[in-house]
């Protein structure tokens, strides 16, 4: 079992073009996984960036990132080492995996405009990499028709974080059926009431 380290709180980011404030749908979302599991997050340090640079202008009708993306880069220009990153709008939408833009409406990764997550672990304590950031993206902001474009809330900003938190899979409880649950909630509390790198047969329940 892998997860970050809560030792330290884990830094929370939100990005945007006019360095706004998260909304509070996104920071009650943050403050519900706090009753799960702890006080293990900082309040929102809020950014000023432009992240449409990332996204490619190929596929309109789309959401996928351009490939210009430098985690390098971009993390050592905003002071970023460690944390997860929200973002609205930065959700990963490519046809190919499926056409209906609210079924990829939003997701977690390693990086905005992408499906693609990457984690790095200590395999002494089974905790991520002191470097790691991790991306929850909010919205795909593909128009659906008549203006609209895909809808998420609360339960969706909860799921994307416990998926960044340790949760990989889908499941019954987490996904496949409802984005969140009773059950869900549990699954999240094991994980981090229980050491990094405990295995599976041995978790406290």
Not at 75 to 96: M, P, Q, R, S
């Given at each position: 079992?892998?997860?970050?380290?809560?030792?330290?709180?884990?830094?929370?980011?939100?990005?945007?073009?006019?360095?706004?404030?998260?909304?509070?749908?996104?920071?009650?979302?943050?403050?519900?996984?706090?009753?799960?599991?702890?006080?293990?997050?900082?309040?929102?340090?809020?950014?000023?960036?432009?992240?449409?640079?990332?996204?490619?202008?190929?596929?309109?009708?789309?959401?996928?990132?351009?490939?210009?993306?430098?985690?390098?880069?971009?993390?050592?220009?905003?002071?970023?080492?460690?944390?997860?990153?929200?973002?609205?709008?930065?959700?990963?939408?490519?046809?190919?995996?499926?056409?209906?833009?609210?079924?990829?409406?939003?997701?977690?990764?390693?990086?905005?405009?992408?499906?693609?997550?990457?984690?790095?672990?200590?395999?002494e304590t089974g905790f991520y990499a002191p470097d790691t950031?991790?991306?929850?993206?909010?919205?795909?902001?593909?128009?659906?028709?008549?203006?609209?474009?895909?809808?998420?809330?609360?339960?969706?900003?909860?799921?994307?974080?416990?998926?960044?938190?340790?949760?990989?899979?889908?499941?019954?409880?987490?996904?496949?059926?409802?984005?969140?649950?009773?059950?869900?909630?549990?699954?999240?509390?094991?994980?981090?009431?229980?050491?990094?790198?405990?295995?599976?047969?041995?978790?406290?329940?």
């Amino acid at each position: 079992m892998v997860r970050f380290d809560t030792s330290k709180k884990i830094p929370l980011y939100y990005i945007s073009a006019d360095g706004g404030e998260p909304s509070n749908d996104i920071i009650e979302s943050y403050q519900e996984i706090e009753n799960i599991i702890g006080d293990v997050f900082e309040d929102f340090h809020t950014l000023r960036y432009d992240l449409t640079v990332f996204r490619d202008p190929n596929f309109p009708k789309q959401n996928r990132g351009n490939g210009k993306f430098t985690s390098k880069n971009f993390y050592e220009e905003l002071g970023i080492d460690y944390g997860i990153i929200v973002a609205e709008g930065t959700g990963y939408f490519n046809k190919e995996w499926n056409p209906d833009p609210q079924k990829m409406c939003a997701n977690a990764s390693s990086e905005p405009y992408s499906g693609g997550t990457e984690i790095h672990i200590n395999s002494e304590t089974g905790f991520y990499a002191p470097d790691t950031v991790l991306w929850v993206n909010m919205g795909n902001g593909v128009d659906m028709g008549n203006g609209k474009k895909c809808e998420w809330d609360k339960e969706t900003v909860v799921h994307e974080t416990a998926h960044a938190m340790g949760m990989f899979n889908h499941l019954s409880i987490f996904g496949d059926g409802p984005q969140w649950s009773p059950e869900a909630k549990k699954v999240l509390e094991i994980i981090y009431k229980n050491a990094g790198g405990t295995k599976y047969s041995d978790l406290a329940l």
